[in-house]
């Protein structure tokens, strides 16, 4: 029965309750109240009454305490109009016990705590006009982008390694000055970017000879060449920056992740606003300017009143995961040449345009990766979707074939997968138990399988359905990041994150990009090794 109805003082509580949209719960209609509630935890209930009716400070600090999922509070709502009444409780006396537990949880997100309440009551809006959308949207960026956490770079030539107090350490190729210890010289023993000492690092991004990192007050900081539109290779910015220095055309947006393309640079803002550089003299990201651009442009089109919570970048094109009030859903933007914007064409795109697979095959799309020529999506299922430019078996569906829509990697049905990345024709999958799985092109030995010379005289073999990386199975410690060099110019490398914090390294090493010296004649690791840094 309702919990506000008298009688016996039990709750019944209703199970099964299906998975509905935030906003499709049904606020009753509230019930007067004869005085304003104090958060506290003492009182005494009224025999008859449900027990904690009497003391709702007592649920709130349990629905608070205990981190519910949105899609819980919801139902909470759904199937008890005690949590559907307004709780009296500053600083909004009308909303719900739900809905407050959803801004408590909300305010104790560092982007989230510095927001005026002008700049919440936005991100209410954008986010559907709930609390509980607001929440759903900061944990969906925290989940995909290891926002606030520890993480790990493999760049082209170069790598980025972030502490999970917001250290920065960096190492590998400097050509250009992308390692922003002030000089030029390549250096493989992992370094701490001493300029930034007091700056609390949460997100990194590393392109060819730049690099960018977001602090956690929003403020962007980029080294390396001069140039946020730059071809991959062969170019030079205007002039080449060493140590990192804010970006002033961004001072006024509160960033939480960059992502550099080639010819084009994105980043987020806080509110789920995607802005983008250059790349855009044929109006191929929806406006118009050249590689000399410093300006940020907001991306036009389809999101630019849906809130954002994920950006990656590919060979010239942009995949954007967005967080609306139905559920979550992925836009793609820019070259489709081998079907890789997923739309089952391969045609370009200048404005955002809604990959409509993912509505087919029921599938909740949480994490997005976008490869050179290739991207990958994981959903809230676990299941895994690849898409684009099949060369070498990097789509995992045992061929080389490639698909123009997203298609699920059949190979991987008894792994619930729970985060993804790709690279040049390479895709690492790690499922929820930390179990890494790769394939793909097998050059440089950046699959981590080191099979050895095989029937062709190949010395790194290619894998074009998913296979267990075992050599990460040894190291007995659960893997929670892979990061692996996304460039068609560079040899690839791969970072393996554990959970305590350990960085493990493989594949190209010939700038120093793993972290670990190579010997004599070596330019390469075969078996991840463990990087000299703890980053937990």
């Not at 025999?47 to 649920?59: D, H, K, M, R, T």
């Not at 909470?76 to 407050?100: G, K, V, Y």
Request: one cysteine or more; proline letters at 5%.
């Amino acid at each position: 029965m309702d919990a506000t109805t008298s009688g016996t003082p039990t709750i019944q509580y209703h199970h099964n309750i299906p998975d509905q949209p935030i906003t499709a719960i049904v606020v009753a209609t509230p019930i007067p109240t004869c005085q304003r509630q104090q958060r506290h935890c003492f009182g005494d209930a009224s025999p008859g009454e449900f027990p904690l009716s009497a003391n709702p400070s007592i649920v709130l600090h349990v629905l608070t305490a205990c981190n519910l999922d949105p899609q819980d509070l919801a139902k909470l709502e759904a199937t008890c109009s005690f949590f559907r009444q307004p709780a009296n409780f500053a600083p909004d006396f009308e909303l719900s016990l739900s809905e407050i537990a959803a801004l408590d949880m909300c305010q104790k997100r560092a982007i989230f705590k510095p927001m005026s309440t002008e700049q919440r009551e936005d991100l209410k809006r954008r986010c559907g006009g709930s609390w509980k959308l607001v929440l759903r949207y900061l944990q969906a960026g925290e989940a995909c982008c290891r926002r606030e956490k520890s993480q790990a770079i493999a760049g082209p030539g170069h790598s980025i390694a972030v502490t999970s107090t917001g250290v920065v350490y960096s190492f590998g190729s400097n050509n250009s000055g992308q390692l922003g210890h002030g000089t030029t010289e390549e250096e493989w023993r992992p370094q701490p970017i001493r300029t930034l000492q007091g700056i609390r690092i949460i997100q990194a991004a590393a392109g060819a000879g730049r690099t960018m990192l977001i602090s956690d007050s929003g403020q962007v900081y980029a080294f390396g060449k001069d140039s946020f539109g730059e071809a991959e290779y062969g170019g030079q910015g205007s002039k080449m920056v060493t140590t990192p220095q804010l970006v002033e055309s961004l001072k006024n947006i509160f960033v939480v992740q960059a992502a550099i393309g080639n010819f084009f640079t994105a980043v987020l803002s806080r509110e789920g606003r995607v802005y983008t550089f250059s790349w855009g003299s044929d109006g191929r990201l929806g406006h118009h300017t050249d590689q000399s651009d410093v300006e940020p442009h907001p991306l036009l089109g389809a999101l630019e009143d849906i809130p954002v919570v994920q950006i990656a970048a590919g060979y010239c094109y942009l995949l954007c995961l967005a967080c609306q009030p139905s559920g979550m859903s992925v836009y793609s933007v820019g070259c489709g040449l081998g079907g890789k914007l997923g739309h089952g064409s391969r045609t370009d795109e200048k404005y955002p345009r809604l990959i409509e697979q993912f509505q087919l095959l029921n599938l909740q799309p949480v994490v997005v990766a976008a490869g050179a020529w290739h991207a990958a999506v994981v959903g809230r299922d676990g299941r895994v979707c690849t898409w684009g430019w099949g060369r070498y078996g990097c789509l995992g569906h045992g061929n080389e074939e490639c698909e123009s829509a997203p298609k699920v990697v059949e190979a991987l049905s008894n792994v619930k997968a729970v985060h993804v990345a790709t690279g040049d024709y390479t895709t690492f999958v790690v499922s929820d138990d930390g179990d890494v799985y790769s394939f793909g092109c097998g050059e440089s030995a950046s699959l981590g399988h080191n099979a050895g010379i095989d029937e062709q005289g190949n010395r790194h073999a290619n894998v074009l359905s998913p296979e267990l990386v075992t050599s990460l199975k040894q190291i007995n410690e659960r893997v929670v990041q892979i990061s692996l060099t996304n460039s068609i110019y560079w040899n690839a490398h791969t970072f393996a994150l554990t959970e305590s914090g350990k960085l493990y390294a493989f594949g190209a090493g010939d700038k120093g990009q793993l972290g670990i010296e190579l010997v004599a004649n070596q330019t390469e690791r075969g078996n991840p090794e463990r990087v000299d840094i703890d980053l937990g």
